[in-house]
């Protein structure tokens, strides 16, 4: 038994709490991976698992043989690649995620000249409105734009985004250019719900480092960044976007922009990664690129 690699899958079902997407994650058979951690246990004398037809949990043993294994897999990754400067040399795959638009007008782009550099990395990218659990679904790191909870992982600020209000020229040409928050009354937005069934608050206007909310009509409401964006173009209502997201619909005239002196507030941008002493170079190595990429694109 290759005692190092034994420790690595036990990391990932710990993380996981699953044998089924720690396999998946790693492109291994389920029942190899169960094979390992048994002869793990066995060599230990100790029971680390708590197996469940549901889920996997660490038992007290496994907690604390789980602590110092992250530790000293991180110190021998970080350890492996001390002396090489080649870009070459760094390989393995990484799990990130982040929003629809910024993987779609800002990372991909920009991606093939880092995969160009560092051949042997293999990126899985991850993208949709939905919050991923980063450290249960294997995440290396993840961008998030808002807000962030209370989730006891690592936040490294990237900047903030504008924000911008939009409609389409046929919507315009319909109901007219609205000049004031009062004009709003007579106007459509088009909602954006993460969960739908929430009551969505309406325009927001932010001012004097604080925000309010005006009332309009709008009969849509939507969860999807994709969507959103799609209805303003079919003329279905105002939205309120991060300028870089629209930026080629501005310019084109597709759509328009309106009520610049009522913007919401600034959207932050974060980077989020689960907390460890020593990530490997090439979660490293791509968060830092990333955080280039981001940055230049953030106010």
Same mark, same amino acid.
């Given at each position: ?9 036990? =990391? %990932? @079902?710990?993380? #996981? ?5 720690? +396999?998946?994650? &790693? /492109? ?114 993840? =961008? %998030? @734009?808002?807000? #962030? ?5 690592? +936040?490294?600020? &990237? /900047? ?115 907390? %460890? ?12 690129? &990333? ?9």
């Amino acid at each position: 038994m290759d005692k190092i690699h034994a420790m690595q899958l036990f =990391v %990932r @079902v710990a993380e #996981l709490e699953s044998f089924s997407r720690a +396999a998946e994650t &790693l /492109g291994l058979p389920r029942g190899s991976v169960s094979r390992q951690i048994q002869a793990l246990e066995a060599t230990l004398g100790a029971r680390l698992l708590h197996r469940t037809t549901r889920r996997v949990q660490l038992t007290q043993d496994g907690m604390v043989y789980y602590e110092r294994a992250r530790d000293l897999l991180a110190n021998l990754d970080e350890l492996d690649s001390l002396f090489l400067h080649d870009p070459a040399s760094v390989s393995g795959r990484l799990r990130v995620d982040m929003p629809v638009a910024v993987a779609k007008n800002l990372v991909i782009p920009r991606l093939p000249a880092f995969l160009q550099h560092y051949p042997g990395i293999e990126v899985e990218l991850s993208s949709s409105d939905r919050l991923v659990d980063v450290v249960r679904e294997g995440f290396d790191c993840v =961008v %998030r @734009v808002g807000q #962030l909870k209370e989730s006891g992982l690592v +936040a490294r600020p &990237l /900047g903030k985004l504008t924000m911008v209000n939009c409609a389409s020229p046929d919507y315009l040409a319909r109901f007219g250019y609205p000049q004031t928050l009062e004009d709003l009354a007579t106007h459509a937005l088009v909602h954006y719900a993460v969960n739908l069934g929430t009551r969505p608050q309406g325009f927001e206007v932010w001012s004097d480092n604080e925000t309010r909310w005006v009332k309009t009509g709008g009969v849509l409401t939507v969860n999807s960044t994709e969507t959103y964006h799609a209805a303003c173009v079919a003329g279905l209502g105002i939205i309120q976007v991060p300028r870089v997201g629209v930026k080629a619909a501005l310019r084109s005239g597709t759509l328009v922009e309106i009520l610049p002196q009522y913007r919401g507030a600034p959207m932050p941008v974060s980077l989020i990664y689960p907390h %460890r002493r020593n990530l490997s170079r090439r979660v490293h190595l791509f968060m830092e690129w &990333l955080s280039g990429v981001m940055k230049s694109y953030v106010d």
